[in-house]
């Protein structure tokens, strides 16, 4: 079955810490990895992606992550957290292009973030 | 270059009235996605649309529930005879033709349905 683990419902950090959000799939070919996040009340902005190349990938506001084939994984992590970094973080994992009408997402339960100054 | 852009961003029906969401794609988008995220849970997709056809609707409840996408104007999202189990934040997305590209899904901001 397909499916998206972030084991991690909450987790608090202080500003200027440095941040790991973890993120292990079960899909039946590699897939293509997201991270959105999500503010309150807002929409979902696209953090960074990985589709293949390089296994870190940067994204926006300082993030990055890595995919991990051998361990289904796609961390995301952050050297130092900002105040403003707090939000509910998605994993999301998809098909590759070549898989035909099939383009869902699946996704995560999400990681709340909270950041003490 | 507008985002995907949806409105209203606040519906409140009440039991057993309709509800219609709107969804306008970015520009140069074909491809819609509807997505539901029911309080405490993740994004569940819905349904797969382009231009005048739906794609992929195996997300789509049986009943009550349709979605379209005209050859003109925004994809709607309908849900009729709303029960308190749809209340929920409905997102749509939207892509470029992913025929020869990776999918990558541009969100809206979502529609906070909430009825009473």
């Known amino acids: 079955a397909q499916s998206v683990t972030q084991p991690d419902i909450h987790i608090t950090v202080s500003e200027g810490a440095s941040l790991e959000l973890r993120c292990n799939y079960s899909?039946?070919?590699?897939?293509?990895l997201f991270w959105y996040v999500q503010s309150p009340g807002q929409g979902l902005q696209l953090l960074l992606k990985y589709f293949s190349g390089d296994t870190l990938v940067q994204g926006i506001k300082g993030f990055e992550a890595e995919f991990k084939r051998s361990q289904s994984s796609f961390n995301l992590r952050k050297p130092s957290v900002h105040w403003s970094d707090a939000a509910e973080y998605f994993c999301?994992?998809?098909?590759?292009?070549?898989?035909?009408?099939?383009?869902?997402?699946?996704w995560g339960l999400g990681t709340s973030l909270g950041v003490n100054p | 270059n507008a985002g995907v852009m949806q409105n209203p961003r606040h519906l409140v029906r009440r039991r057993g009235q309709e509800a219609r969401l709107r969804c306008s794609p970015m520009?140069?988008?074909?491809?819609v996605y509807w997505y539901r995220q029911l309080p405490e849970e993740g994004l569940k997709f819905m349904v797969y649309l382009q231009k005048e056809n739906i794609i992929d609707e195996s997300g789509m409840p049986k009943e009550r529930f349709s979605a379209e996408f005209p050859k003109e104007g925004p994809s709607i999202l309908r849900i009729q005879q709303v029960v308190r189990g749809d209340s929920a934040a409905y997102f749509c997305?939207?892509?470029?033709?992913?025929?020869?590209?990776?999918?990558?899904?541009?969100f809206g901001q979502g529609t906070r349905l909430t009825v009473v």
């Open positions: 999301a994992v998809g098909p590759p292009y070549n898989a035909g009408n099939n383009r869902k997402l699946i």
């Open positions: 520009k140069g988008h074909s491809h």
């Open positions: 899909y039946g070919a590699t897939p293509y």
């Open positions: 997305a939207s892509s470029p033709s992913p025929r020869d590209r990776p999918i990558e899904a541009f």
